[in-house]
């Protein structure tokens, strides 16, 4: 019997944005002329999404005396720190993943107690004692329970976390592992106004998900899985913690790089994973370029990535956690048979593979 996905809970914080309303607090935050702000019209309107989550309701204002995390006035002056941005992921952090724990659990019909693992994975907030001593504590959990923290791994995490899970089901059969993700990718605004900055900016949301791993018969079945480095790409995805947030580089060159990258390696992964015939792809939703250029390097039509661009166009792009709302949605789909490819990348360049069986 493999190791199953047996449920996935997610949630988002607040009401959503509308994308060109963000782009309105974005022309402020930015002090953009009425050039540039067309500039920044046409890339949020060609971004392939319509609304955000943020646990910051300052990105629904286009006037300054209405924000209420960062300075009220044009400047932004001053400019929050990095540790005025960690204690708002520290208040509003449990609350969210609370949600989508619960959520999870229900659908696997599983009791907090009966957990025997706990993996947190977050690139955008830590604090200690952390997040999982919360969870443990508030939603009773077992105090011996067997916990880890992956952190600050980008966009790919959640991958690890599922191949972290299988190797402790193999070895335990009777575990069941609950993997939660908590990204407040907004809470790291940069506001000076650079070809990366603007990127992020665009794309980027908040959310959580929650996964229960165990020895199943239904839900999602973990097959195999495959990693790969791309060196030449180090230096157009990176992400460090600087005075004022988590500073994101992101390349236009990443969607090309990824596509190169993948059709250099595609022998190796028609060996492992076989994909003569495989219909259905859970493609990380990293920016509609990349769901573009992924596509074109293995031949596939938009509605075999469906649930990617469901995501992106509703959620945006959530770091790690986004990939679990893109099974969710392949979970709760009824009408779609066969088993699913997913794919997931992130700093390194790292380009993270998965063959679930559903």
């Known amino acids: ?21 963000i782009g309105e607090f974005m022309k402020i935050a930015h002090g953009l002329d009425p050039i540039e702000s067309r500039k920044l019209n046409f890339v949020y309107r060609q971004s392939g999404i319509k609304q955000r989550y943020s646990v910051l309701d300052d990105f629904q204002h286009d006037d300054p005396k209405n924000f209420s995390f960062f300075p009220k006035n044009r400047s932004l002056t001053p400019f929050p720190s990095t540790k005025q941005r960690m204690e708002v992921f520290r208040r509003n952090g449990f609350d969210l993943a609370k949600k989508a724990i619960i959520s999870c659990l229900q659908k696997g019909m599983t009791y907090p107690t009966e957990i025997t693992h706990l993996v947190l994975v977050s690139c955008t907030g830590m604090f200690a004692p952390g997040l999982e001593i919360q969870i443990i504590h508030e939603m009773g959990l077992k105090t011996d329970i067997e916990r880890y923290a992956l952190h600050f791994m980008g966009c790919y995490a959640v991958f690890n976390a599922l191949k972290l899970a299988d190797k402790i089901c193999d070895a335990s059969p009777k575990a069941k592992v609950l993997i939660v993700s908590l990204e407040l990718c907004t809470i790291h605004f940069q506001k000076e106004y650079t070809e990366d900055n603007l990127l992020a900016n665009a794309i980027f949301g908040d959310g959580s998900a929650a996964a229960l791993v165990s ?9 195999k899985y495959d990693s790969k480095l791309f060196k030449n790409g180090e230096e157009d995805m990176a992400w460090s913690i600087g005075d004022f947030g988590f500073e994101m580089k992101l390349s236009k060159y990443v969607p090309e790089l990824l596509q190169r990258g993948i059709e250099n390696i595609e022998s190796h992964l028609e060996h492992v994973f076989q994909l003569s015939g495989l219909k259905n792809f859970a493609i990380h939703p990293g920016g509609k370029q990349i769901l573009q250029k992924v596509e074109i390097a293995f031949g596939l039509e938009q509605s075999q990535n469906f ?6 166009q509703n959620h945006g792009n959530m770091s790690s956690a986004t990939i679990l709302f893109v099974l969710e949605k392949w979970l709760a789909e009824k009408t779609k048979v066969g088993n699913i490819l997913a794919m997931g990348f992130g700093p390194g360049l790292t380009l993270e593979t998965m063959l679930l069986e559903k």
Not at 2 to 11: D, E, F, P, R
Not at 307 to 312: D, F, K, V
Request: net charge neutral; aromatic share 0%; hydrophobic share 40%.
């Open 1 to 21: 019997m493999n190791n199953h996905i047996v449920s996935i809970g997610t949630a988002n914080p607040g009401e959503a944005i509308p994308q060109m309303q």
């Open 215 to 223: 020895k199943s018969k239904s839900g999602l079945g973990i097959a």
């Open 307 to 312: 649930a990617s661009h469901e995501i992106l």
